[in-house]
Structure formats: C-alpha cells, structure tokens
C-alpha cells in the first residue's frame, strides 16, 4: 500500500526557514521521479518542485525558484524540501507524491508564514 508521511511545518515568520521531509512507503521510490506539491485556503492544489530519479535533475515553480530546495534520499525513501526566506504566499499544506500521476495523497504538512 502507498503511503506518505509528510512532516516539519509549522508556523514561521516571513524571511524565515523550514525543512519539510516526506516518508514513503509501497512503492518503488528509488526508481520514481518525486514532486512536492501545495494547496492555499481556496485554492487548487498546484506543483512546487519535481526532482528525478537519481537526483540529476530538479524543476520549481517560478513562485518558489530561487528559495526552494528539493532534495531525496533514497536509501531512506525519503523527500526533502528546504524553504528558504518564506513569504506569506507561501502558507498552505505541503504534500508530496509521484511527479505527474501522482497515488493517493497523504495528509500533508502545514505551513503557515505569518508575523
């Protein structure tokens, strides 16, 4: 069964820093591009970075490009997002799960950027 435990969110002032992990389980995760994903208060849940396989390659959206980071483990099977001089924009639940046919959705992770 696919499964996804996403955690460190939390409540940050805007400038400042989190570091999100996903734990992922029944599935290949070595061999599986991996995206992190987001959905704001009344918005659609939109993509925030894509990173391959192996590492080589990692795309972000133009909202994040700059600040964020992916990154994975694979002898973990683990998912990484490092956040870097928030903005309020930037609260919602974070999510994680296969790049482009994404399996069932874990319950994410909450960030909220807020003084």
């Known amino acids: 069964q696919v499964q996804f435990v996403e955690s460190g969110g939390g409540l940050v002032q805007p400038g400042g820093s989190l570091r999100l992990s996903c734990l992922a389980s029944?599935?290949?995760?070595?061999?599986?591009?991996m995206s992190w994903y987001r959905q704001a208060p009344g918005k659609e849940r939109e993509l925030v970075a894509v990173i391959s396989s192996n590492r080589d390659e990692r795309n972000y959206a133009d909202a994040v490009k700059g600040r964020f980071t992916i990154s994975r483990d694979n002898a973990k099977n683990t998912l990484y997002l490092q956040m870097d001089n928030l903005k309020p924009d930037d609260t919602a639940v974070y999510y994680c799960?296969?790049?482009?046919?994404?399996?069932?959705w874990g319950q994410g992770t909450q960030v909220i950027v807020s003084s």
């Open positions: 029944g599935f290949g995760f070595n061999f599986i591009r």
């Open positions: 799960n296969r790049a482009v046919i994404p399996f069932n």
